[in-house]
Every structure is written in structure tokens, then in C-alpha cells.
């Protein structure tokens, strides 16, 4: 006589198997349940990428996502961490080709709306460190993710709001979208940065001093303006400190 | 703490200052305090209601179906313009 784990086991590979089994007695239920409820996690997990292709597609892309890769733990408040990845892989991302990094953004806003609370930067001590603001190392806030993509994945993700309007997207844009996505209070905040910027943002991200980041960024746009890039990040409070080594 | 005894670029101090200066007039984003997160509720969906066992779940409308994911996307992709049929890029 089987134990209860096997039995177990042998449900749940039941309920994720997706052809040729023999029908398990009063267990279509369950699998319609699972798959149905795991599937309406992920379509709330990512509201634009349900919309750009619509509701039966998305069950059908959930679906095949969770027999691809189910849950791993009972909180479902981060399932689909790896559904980007796996989309990319599937057919409607090559109708769509924006379409997985549409889904890397709203990971990405959705790890930020859960992540740990932080306080923001005490700009006052900021400005009483004078040039030895060099060699400090800045702290980003422990919501940030950043997202780059070739396609302009902001405003596709803008325009397919419930509150947006009726707006168009133009995809044929200049270079690489760089987003910074954070959540410094309760907002979660999507920053669009030009490359000297993104580069600022990395080099500080992984820990290098303010002066060397800022050659990162002129590297990559000699007109890159610190001031004014600074300025914006810090009314956006997406540090959470300095450090002198 | 290791002093620094030569700056090579005077003036970072007096940047960082005037961002500073600059943030400060900036409006200040709502603080975190003033609004709290209530989990499960805030985030139509974003809430852990529907687990793997209970029965709040609906039911699986496009069992086994894989033309489901393969059929014609049906959505707002019309209302972006520039090429939702080719990967034309990268």
C-alpha cells in the first residue's frame, strides 16, 4: 500500500502531466484548480503581458508555464520569476518579440513592490562631505532591478494601464531602453535613464566609488551631466546611503 | 576611515552639493510613512489568496489546449505601431 507522500507525489504529477495519462478518478477538479488558480496568479503577477495577448492565450501560455516550472514554496507573492525567461522561448514571442521583456519589467515592478522597506538618503550629510564624495561608495535601494531591452518596454507598459488612455507605442526607436525600476515609498517608480546614467547607476550598484562610476558614465556619453542626473536621482530618493572605504 | 589627499577632480564636492541642493527644492515623493502596504489587497490580485490547494481558484478553461498559446493573440497589440509580426531587431 502506497504511503501518503507517494500518493501525493503521484497526484501531483498527475495534475502537471500534459498528455497520455490514464484519467485519475475524481481528480479532474484538482488539476482544473491548480492549473487555473496558478494560472490566475501569474495573469495578476503580469496584468500587461496578459492584455498584449489576451486572455486565452495567457491561460494557455500560464498553464503550459506551470507544468514547466510550479511553484516551489506555498507563497505565491513572487511565482513566475522565471516565466520572462521561459516566454521567450514560446512561439507568441516571436509574433511579439517585445513581448518577454515587456514580462522582465513587470518582474521586475513586481520584486520591487515587495521588497524590503529602506530609508532614503540623508541628503544634508550628503553635502558636507565635499570632494572626499570621490572615493564614497553609494548605496542604492534594496527595491532597485534594472531592465534593458532593445524594445521601448516603458511605454508599452504605460500604454496598456487600466487608467492609460488610447495611446500608441512607437517601437521603432534610438538604441536600447535602460529602465531603473525602485520603490523608494510606496510607489513603485519606473525611471527611464539615458546610457551615461545607466552606467552611473551599475558602477555604484556593483560597489565602485562615486568618481569611478562617473568615468563610466562619461565613457559611454561625453556629454554625460552629473548635476543634473544626480539631481534627479536624489529627488527620487534612490539612494539609501553613502560610505567612506 | 582613510582621508583623501588628493582629489583628482576639485569640484565633485560642490556637484554633488548643488544635486543636492537641487533634490531638496524637487517635490518629495509621497514617504513610505504616510501610506502603508496591506498586502493582499492593495494590488488587485497581488495577494496570495490563490494557493495550489484551495478551491477559490477557477477552473482551468484551456485545459490541454496548446493552440491556445499558439492562436492569434488577441489584445492591445493593434495599438502598437511598428512591427508586432517580426523580431526586426537584434
Known sequence: MPTLLERQRDMRDWVLATAGTPPL?????????????????????????HRLVGEACFIGL???????????????????TGFPAWLR???VARQLPYLADVARLE???????????????DAGAL?????????????????????????PVDRVWRANQ????????????????????VRPAAEVLLIRLGPG????????GAGLPLGSAWDNALALDAGFNLEHELTGLLAAQVFTGVELP | ???????RRLGLGLIVATAVAGATLAAAPAKAADMEKCYGVVKAGHNDCKTDSNSCAGHATKDRDPGAFIAVPAGTCAKISGGSTEPAKK
Open chain 1, 25 to 49: 478518478p475524481n481528480a479532474g477538479l484538482h488539476r482544473d484548480n491548480t492549473l487555473g488558480g496558478l494560472a490566475a496568479v501569474l495573469a495578476a503577477g503580469f496584468p500587461v503581458t
Open chain 1, 62 to 80: 500560464a498553464q503550459a508555464y506551470v507544468r514547466h516550472e510550479p511553484p516551489h514554496e506555498a507563497p505565491l507573492l513572487r511565482y513566475g
Open chain 1, 89 to 91: 522561448g514560446q512561439e
Open chain 1, 107 to 121: 518582474a521586475a515592478w513586481t520584486h520591487a513592490y515587495h521588497a524590503t522597506e529602506a530609508a532614503p538618503l
Open chain 1, 127 to 151: 553635502a558636507t562631505l565635499g570632494d572626499a564624495v570621490e572615493d564614497a561608495v553609494w548605496r542604492l535601494h534594496p527595491s532597485h532591478r534594472f531592465v534593458t531591452s532593445p524594445w
Open chain 1, 162 to 181: 487600466p487608467d492609460a488612455g488610447d495611446a500608441t507605442v512607437d517601437l521603432d526607436t534610438e538604441g536600447d531602453t535602460h529602465l531603473l525600476v
Open chain 1, 197 to 204: 546614467a545607466f552606467a552611473l547607476l551599475m558602477a555604484l
Open chain 2, 1 to 7: 576611515m582613510q582621508t583623501t589627499t588628493v582629489s
